[in-house]
Each structure stands twice: as C-alpha cells, then as structure tokens.
C-alpha cells in the first residue's frame, strides 16, 4: 500500500509561483512513476506532469515552461514548482503514483489563481 498527501495550495496572484508536495509513504519503493493531474470544476482531471524512477520527466503543453517536477528520494517527495500562475490554472491538484500492480491518488490540494 501506498498513502499520498499533497500540501503546498492556496490562493495566488497571477503571476505568482507556488509549490506544491506529494508525500509518499508505505511501500514507496514498489513507485516506478508519479504524475501530477489537476481538475476544475466542470472539467476532466487532466495530466500536468510525470517523472519516472529515472527522473525523466514530462509535461502537458499547457504548463511547459512553466511548472517543474522533481522529487527528493530521501523524503520520498515529489514536487511541483509552478510559476507564471494564471487564472486557468485554477484546479484541485492531485498526485498520482503508479507501482506494477496498482496505482493510488491523494487528496488533492486546492490552487487558486487570481487575476
């Protein structure tokens, strides 16, 4: 089993920058890859970003330039560096870890963006 808990959110400015972490505790050893998703209000969750094992990343074009995930081993973290804010990045932000058997999600952190 793993547990996730996703902390960092809150209210921004656009233009601003926040940073968000995805705790990971359990069998984190069985993770092979965590992606960054977010959801709106009326829209589907959608992927933001990935980083494997390896520490290869990915990101969904709308936030390229903009957001940077990385992640700490030692405290089994993973974050999510996002700056530029805009009002469309508003979204209830969740991280996603994928083992070989099963994936899990957290809770999700509120971000708000402000114009």
């Known amino acids: 089993q793993v547990q996730l808990v996703e902390s960092g959110g809150g209210l921004v400015q656009a233009g601003g920058s926040l940073r968000l972490s995805c705790a990971a505790s359990?069998?984190?050893?069985?993770?092979?890859?965590i992606t960054w998703h977010r959801q709106a209000p009326g829209n589907q969750r959608e992927l933001v970003a990935t980083?494997?094992?390896?520490?290869?990343?990915n990101y969904a074009d709308s936030v390229k330039g903009r957001f940077t995930i990385s992640r700490d081993n030692a405290k089994n973290t993973v974050y999510l560096q996002m700056t530029s804010l805009k009002p469309e990045d508003t979204a209830i932000y969740y991280c996603?870890?994928?083992?070989?058997?099963?994936?899990?999600w957290g809770q999700g952190t509120q971000v708000t963006v402000s114009s």
């Open positions: 980083i494997t094992n390896g520490g290869s990343t």
């Open positions: 359990g069998s984190t050893s069985s993770i092979n890859v």
């Open positions: 996603h870890a994928f083992t070989v058997s099963r994936s899990y």
